[in-house]
C-alpha cells in the first residue's frame, strides 16, 4: 500500500470549515484513497473513501487532485466533538477473499476550539 | 454504535502469561481484522480472518494467534506476553461480498502487561 503523509496536528476554530490535507505522492491506479477518525481512547471510525472523483455524505467532503497525488478532508463546520486524530489511508481494491487490510500512519491531530 | 463489541474492555496480565481477547462482528459482515495500537501511534495490523481462515498477517510473531468461529465472531490469542504488548487491540468487522468496503471498529481492549 501506498505511503501517506499527513501534518502531525492542526486547529480549527468552531464553526469553521476544517481543511486536512493528505499527500499520497505514490498512489497507484487501483488504490482508494480512505479517512477513519480516532477520537481518544475510541476505535477508529470510518468517514469517507474515493478513488478519483470528489465524494461527499453526511460527515465530510473528499477532494482528490487530478493527479491523484493528493487528497483533502473537510469537515464544512468543525464543532469540538470533531477533535480527533484523522487519518489518511490508501489501500487497494481488494476482490473476495483477499486481504484488506489498512496501513495507518501516524494521522493529523485536529484540535476544534472556540 | 458500530455494531461491533469486544471483550474485556481493560485487562491486566503479568509477563509470560497468556491472553484471549474477543470480538463480535457486525451482523452481516464475516471478515475479522486485528490491529495492535501502542500509545501515540496509529493501529498496525495483525491479521484478518475470512470464512475461519487467517487470510492475511502483519509483521506479528507466531506467537500472535486467532480464530474465527461459524457465526464470524473472533479471538485474538496472545502467548508469552512481553511487556512490549502493552497496547489497545482493535478488532475491524467488514465483509468480503464486495470489494473495497469501510471496516467498522469495536472499542478496543486496553491490555497492560506488567
Known amino acids: 500500500d501506498a505511503k501517506t503523509t499527513q501534518p502531525p496536528s492542526m486547529d480549527c476554530a468552531e464553526g469553521r470549515a476544517a481543511n486536512l490535507p493528505c499527500n499520497h505522492s505514490?498512489?497507484?491506479?487501483?488504490?482508494?484513497v480512505y479517512w477513519y477518525r480516532q477520537i481518544h481512547s475510541q476505535g477508529p471510525q470510518y468517514i469517507i473513501h474515493g478513488l478519483k472523483n470528489n465524494e461527499t455524505n453526511e460527515m465530510a467532503s473528499l477532494i482528490i487532485t487530478e493527479d491523484r497525488k493528493s487528497s483533502t478532508l473537510i469537515l464544512p463546520h468543525a464543532t469540538l466533538r470533531d477533535t480527533a486524530v484523522y487519518y489518511c489511508?490508501?489501500?487497494?481494491?481488494?476482490?473476495?477473499?483477499?486481504?484488506?487490510?489498512?496501513?495507518f500512519g501516524t494521522g493529523t491531530r485536529l484540535q476544534v476550539t472556540l | 454504535e458500530t455494531g461491533v463489541t469486544q471483550s474485556p474492555t481493560h485487562l491486566i496480565k503479568t509477563r509470560g502469561q497468556q491472553v484471549t481477547l474477543r470480538c463480535s462482528s457486525q451482523s452481516g459482515h464475516n471478515t475479522v481484522s486485528w490491529y495492535q495500537q501502542a500509545l501515540g501511534q496509529g493501529p498496525q495490523f495483525i491479521f484478518q480472518?475470512?470464512?475461519?481462515?487467517?487470510?492475511g498477517r502483519g509483521n506479528f510473531p507466531p506467537r500472535f494467534s486467532g480464530l474465527q468461529f461459524p457465526n464470524y465472531s473472533s479471538e485474538l490469542n496472545v502467548n508469552a506476553l512481553e511487556l512490549d504488548d502493552s497496547a489497545l487491540y482493535l478488532c475491524?468487522?467488514?465483509?468480503?461480498?464486495?470489494?473495497?468496503?469501510?471496516?467498522?471498529f469495536g472499542q478496543g481492549t486496553r491490555l497492560t502487561v506488567v
Open positions: 505514490t498512489i497507484s491506479g487501483n488504490e482508494y
Open positions: 489511508i490508501v489501500r487497494a481494491r481488494e476482490g473476495t477473499g483477499t486481504a484488506s487490510k489498512l496501513t
Open positions: 475491524a468487522s467488514s465483509t468480503q461480498l464486495r470489494g473495497n468496503t469501510e471496516a467498522f
Open positions: 480472518y475470512y470464512r475461519e481462515e487467517e487470510n
